[in-house]
């Protein structure tokens, strides 16, 4: 289904004067800024997700707190909306065939069951002309008897089900594999050789019901134990040519899937002078997640139009322009960790230094690992950001980068 024009501030559904109500999949922090950047743009919002507590059930205006597949929580989310998205590509599938027979459902449930099975997607990418590392499909004894020498060292990684480092084994033997397919319970999985890795980097790109597209620039990422730790965004944190290949191909991603929505691709960079670059050229791709993503939120701060006002958009069928980044910027993920004993980190010192931006996702308890929120540092120049970056992750305890 594609999607009419939904104006900001229209009336919505069967004439019932009520503002024109969006929805969305998901409840955790992406939903809430998703959510958040709506109604700023004059939107009702309806969020779906069975957690009394969760962020973007808390600030919009309303909350469906059903499991995803309860027949009765998606009739009164269509009874609500007058289009829906998601904020997490592990929504059942069949939930997103129902809201899509219905309303305008963007991404759709093709799309986001690409994006939760790798061995679809590592297909998807082929055919979309875009390098990936070799790899080999693990389903049965036989596929994982049959493995290439070639592929070892490499990462053994579940089909399904895996983000931040979850679901992934490193093994530099044949035995290291078996014992990890046996590990990970021998669902199906994807064997990657590991490559020679200089950077790691992701583009935001938004594609309409209408074919436009636009994009972020490239921005740098740096991970830590299989999350995002840090990222960078401005002009000249990677050579032209890379950056021009790297928006290329996560444009020819979302045009062969022919997607709706904000999609992030992710990238890794080989190194200079190794056979691998050679063979592969300099980026190859990790993954892609059919929503906004994480390494993206910098926009909020950094740019005229966020990946959020960007999600907006592209479901309720506005224009889309391209986006102007107008500073420097550096973010930093704030996990759990930093919540020491339960003490709550020094906020006061942080934002004393010079253009930092704190986002809080509402989220009552802190554990280790957790996404509590991230800090974005603009300034006029990469080296101010960068500095005041470091400042305030030395008074978190967050180490350099």
């Given at each position: 289904?594609?999607?009419?024009?939904?104006?900001?501030?229209?009336?919505?559904?069967?004439?019932?004067?009520?503002?024109?109500?969006?929805?969305?999949?998901?409840?955790?922090?992406?939903?809430?800024?998703?959510?958040?950047?709506?109604?700023?743009?004059?939107?009702?919002?309806?969020?779906?997700?069975?957690?009394?507590?969760?962020?973007?059930?808390?600030?919009?205006?309303?909350?469906?707190?059903?499991?995803?597949?309860?027949?009765?929580?998606?009739?009164?989310?269509?009874?609500?909306?007058?289009?829906?998205?998601?904020?997490?590509?592990?929504?059942?599938?069949?939930?997103?065939?129902?809201?899509?027979?219905?309303?305008?459902?963007a991404?759709?449930?093709?799309?986001?069951?690409?994006?939760?099975?790798?061995i679809?997607?590592?297909?998807?990418?082929?055919?979309?002309?875009?390098?990936?590392?070799?790899?080999?499909?693990?389903?049965?004894?036989?596929?994982?008897?049959?493995?290439?020498?070639?592929?070892l060292?490499?990462?053994?990684?579940?089909?399904?089900?895996?983000?931040?480092?979850?679901?992934?084994?490193?093994?530099?033997?044949?035995?290291?594999?078996?014992?990890?397919?046996?590990?990970?319970?021998?669902?199906?999985?994807?064997?990657?050789?590991?490559?020679?890795?200089?950077?790691?980097?992701?583009?935001?790109?938004?594609?309409?019901?209408?074919?436009?597209v636009?994009?972020?620039?490239?921005?740098?990422?740096?991970?830590?134990?299989?999350?995002?730790?840090?990222?960078?965004?401005?002009?000249?944190?990677?050579?032209?040519?890379?950056?021009?290949?790297?928006?290329?191909?996560?444009?020819?991603?979302?045009e062969?899937?022919?997607?709706?929505?904000?999609?992030?691709?992710?990238?890794?960079?080989?190194?200079?002078?190794?056979?691998?670059?050679?063979?592969?050229g300099?980026?190859?791709?990790?993954?892609?997640?059919?929503?906004p993503?994480?390494?993206?939120?910098?926009?909020?701060?950094?740019?005229?139009?966020?990946?959020?006002?960007?999600?907006?958009?592209?479901?309720?069928?506005?224009?889309?322009?391209?986006?102007?980044?107008?500073?420097?910027?550096?973010?930093l993920?704030?996990?759990?960790?930093?919540?020491?004993?339960?003490?709550?980190p020094?906020?006061?010192?942080?934002?004393?230094?010079p253009?930092?931006?704190?986002?809080?996702?509402?989220?009552?308890?802190?554990?280790?690992?957790?996404?509590?929120?991230?800090?974005?540092?603009?300034?006029?120049?990469?080296?101010?950001?960068?500095?005041?970056?470091?400042?305030a992750?030395?008074?978190?305890?967050?180490?350099?980068?």
């Amino acid at each position: 289904m594609t999607g009419p024009m939904l104006l900001p501030g229209a009336t919505g559904l069967n004439g019932s004067g009520q503002p024109t109500t969006l929805g969305v999949m998901g409840g955790g922090q992406l939903g809430r800024m998703f959510v958040q950047a709506a109604q700023a743009m004059g939107y009702f919002t309806v969020v779906l997700d069975p957690d009394v507590i969760s962020p973007a059930g808390l600030v919009s205006h309303y909350h469906i707190k059903t499991d995803y597949l309860d027949q009765q929580g998606l009739t009164q989310l269509l009874q609500r909306c007058a289009a829906v998205t998601t904020e997490f590509e592990n929504v059942p599938a069949p939930a997103l065939v129902t809201l899509g027979a219905a309303r305008p459902t963007a991404p759709s449930a093709d799309a986001v069951a690409i994006a939760q099975d790798r061995i679809k997607e590592k297909a998807h990418l082929a055919r979309s002309g875009v390098p990936v590392a070799p790899y080999a499909v693990i389903e049965t004894a036989a596929q994982l008897t049959a493995v290439e020498d070639a592929l070892l060292p490499g990462i053994l990684k579940t089909a399904r089900l895996g983000y931040d480092g979850k679901g992934q084994v490193r093994c530099n033997s044949r035995a290291e594999l078996t014992s990890a397919w046996d590990a990970l319970k021998q669902v199906p999985c994807v064997l990657e050789q590991m490559l020679p890795l200089a950077a790691e980097c992701s583009v935001i790109v938004a594609r309409g019901w209408d074919g436009s597209v636009v994009h972020f620039a490239p921005q740098l990422n740096v991970h830590r134990d299989g999350i995002l730790a840090v990222t960078e965004a401005y002009a000249g944190n990677m050579p032209p040519a890379l950056a021009d290949q790297a928006v290329a191909a996560a444009r020819a991603i979302a045009e062969e899937l022919n997607y709706v929505g904000v999609l992030c691709v992710e990238f890794f960079v080989l190194q200079e002078g190794s056979p691998e670059r050679a063979a592969l050229g300099g980026l190859v791709v990790n993954e892609m997640a059919p929503r906004p993503h994480n390494s993206g939120h910098y926009t909020l701060d950094a740019c005229d139009v966020s990946q959020f006002d960007l999600q907006v958009r592209t479901l309720a069928g506005l224009p889309l322009t391209q986006p102007r980044q107008h500073s420097a910027a550096v973010m930093l993920n704030l996990l759990g960790d930093l919540w020491v004993d339960g003490a709550t980190p020094r906020w006061d010192r942080v934002l004393a230094l010079p253009g930092v931006h704190l986002h809080l996702y509402g989220k009552l308890t802190a554990s280790k690992g957790r996404k509590m929120g991230h800090l974005t540092v603009t300034a006029a120049t990469p080296e101010q950001a960068r500095s005041a970056a470091l400042e305030a992750a030395s008074v978190l305890g967050i180490a350099p980068f």
